[in-house]
């Protein structure tokens, strides 16, 4: 497994995580069991991203709410919001993590299991977050 399949990995969680109102590790069983598991050595990676994303959930929902424009959170499609979330919290918190990789693999997983219009949606929105990371980031010092 990539660190790319650990990020659709991570993702799938996510969504779970947000649509089902399940617990992390209820999430993970599920995809271990129903959607080809997590395989070493990136199983540590995905586990890592969900973990990191949740532990960080109000500080990413604010930046997302912020830089949004007309979109609340709750409008958004699970499937963006989750790709949105874990980007933002990569592009904040994973320091490895180059942005432009964090967007593109965003943008991808959107246009693979979003909407039409989810890539493009989804990489405006991170593009808006990524003008103002420094802001961002200096708030949550605050």
Do not use: H
């Amino acid at each position: 497994m990539s660190r790319r399949q650990s990020r659709e990995r991570a993702f799938q969680v996510l969504f779970q995580i947000d649509l089902g109102r399940i617990e992390p590790d209820a999430a993970f069983c599920f995809v271990e069991d129903n959607l080809g598991g997590l395989v070493a050595p990136y199983a540590g990676f995905a586990r890592s991203l969900v973990d990191g994303t949740m532990n960080n959930i109000v500080a990413i929902d604010q930046a997302i709410e912020q830089y949004t424009k007309d979109w609340a959170l709750k409008r958004m499609a699970y499937v963006d919001r989750s790709i949105i979330r874990l980007a933002v919290y990569e592009m904040l918190y994973c320091q490895d993590t180059p942005d432009s990789v964090a967007i593109n693999e965003a943008v991808e997983l959107g246009k693979t299991f979003g909407s039409d219009e989810s890539g493009r949606f989804i990489n405006g929105v991170l593009g808006r977050i990524l003008d103002n990371k420094e802001v961002i980031m200096a708030d949550a010092v605050e």
